[in-house]
């Protein structure tokens, strides 16, 4: 079988040049990976989304019938550049003074790219040990994609040993980050003239009273701080995003809605702060508004769910990267990542990846060569280790 050959560089600029916003189709990326694969003799599966403008690749180097195997995971969709101001085209790979510039470079094309490039390697190595890799859709707005790949696994395909996530950590081991609980808030009261304050129920003044109890929550929070004492900040974050209410200073506004969101720490029980927020909504704010407005409601609505990375004694996939990259002080993370979502389903993860989080999601998103340059290294000795025969180190 004689595939294509690219440089990480060049597999960068190529899946750079598709503009896989989330809330654009990512297919045309997804169909030349998988051709790209299939000229290297790799097997190739696409798990859709429900109307068939999306899919999740998951493909598998060496025996695809046994459990066990390394995945290499990445998300192939990026964040708007809407309103950036970029110095060059986000979508044309652009290398500048020892950096590649480019929306996605790095969050997380350019470990993508290395995972890529890196496929005729793998196959030479003729290793017992599989190498997966897992590329999913819609992670930006809230890892939306990626559920539907780990269903798959779990229902149809041997399990994997482990997940290496290739999130930009400057390739440094991250082996634990917050979940991420956020939710819309929609409060219906009841319109009267603004004159008539008695006669109507407030939307707006109603949201405020919850957005007030979830900044009380917040103060609770940050004073409970972080026993783990690796997170920054050190504590469950409590944060409200976006609001609209109303429509004219004289009317009493019957609707008001607001996005919120928790990051929690691993350790924090996430279901009590929904609870609390339900309860002080349903039995402390809603019943006097009753007695006005019979329809008045509050309804809450949740949306993502990251499950967070809770580090643990002799997790596969952390020892495997100790060995690959030497490094012994695992970090942690306050973003929330794929690796829970695998923890979740019994695979053990953990991140690491080329680029820094803090060129991510900025105008001039950039990785720097020497950051590739490191990934592809680490890459070529996981190549060497399984093709000496092991999966840990
Ligand atoms: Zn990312």
Redesign the pocket.
């Known amino acids: 079988m004689t595939g294509q050959q690219f440089s990480t560089t060049e597999m960068l600029a190529r899946l750079v040049a598709f503009d896989t916003t989330s809330r654009n189709s990512n297919l045309a990326l997804i169909e030349f990976v998988r051709d790209y694969l299939a000229g290297h003799g790799v097997a190739v599966e696409l798990i859709h989304n429900e109307d068939r403008t999306k899919a999740n690749l998951y493909a598998t180097i060496g025996p695809v019938d046994r459990p066990g195997g390394i995945v290499l995971s990445g998300?192939s969709d990026v964040v708007p550049v809407d309103g950036q101001d970029w110095s060059s085209e986000p979508f044309t790979l652009d290398t500048r003074d020892g950096r590649l510039y480019g929306r996605g470079t790095a969050?997380?094309k350019g470990f993508i790219a290395a995972a890529l490039a890196h496929v005729p390697e793998f196959v030479a190595a003729r290793a017992e040990t599989p190498v997966h890799l897992a590329l999913s859709y819609d992670?930006?707005i809230g890892c939306v994609g990626v559920h539907g790949m780990v269903d798959h696994i779990r229902a149809h395909l041997p399990q994997p040993e482990l997940v290496l996530v290739g999130?930009p950590t400057e390739m440094k081991l991250v082996n634990a980050h917050k979940g991420i609980r956020s939710f819309v808030t929609e409060v219906t009261g009841s319109e009267a003239h603004s004159s008539n304050t008695h006669l109507g129920v407030n939307a707006v003044e109603v949201a405020a009273r919850l957005i007030g109890f979830l900044g009380q929550l917040r103060d609770e929070m940050q004073r409970r701080g972080d026993a783990s004492g690796r997170f920054d900040p050190p504590y469950t974050s409590v944060h409200v995003g976006v609001i609209r209410g109303g429509t004219a200073l004289n009317i009493i506004p019957r609707q008001c809605r607001f996005h919120w969101e928790f990051r929690a720490l691993p350790d924090q029980d996430e279901d009590a702060i929904i609870e609390r927020f339900n309860r002080f909504a349903c039995e402390e704010v809603l019943p006097p508004l009753r007695e006005v407005a019979a329809d008045a409601d509050i309804q809450t609505i949740a949306q993502a769910a990251v499950p967070p990375l809770v580090p643990f004694d002799d997790c596969p996939a952390e020892a495997l990267v100790r060995a690959l990259t030497g490094d012994n002080a695992p970090l942690a993370v306050s973003y929330g990542?794929e690796a829970g979502i695998f923890q979740h389903a019994d695979i053990p993860a953990v991140i690491c990846g080329p680029g820094s989080i803090e060129q991510?999601h900025k105008p001039d998103e950039f990785v720097t060569v020497a950051q590739l340059d490191a990934c592809d290294r680490f890459l070529s000795r996981l190549a060497a280790h399984i093709a000496a025969g092991g999966t840990e180190g």
């Open positions: 998300h969050d997380m992670e930006e999130e990542t991510a």
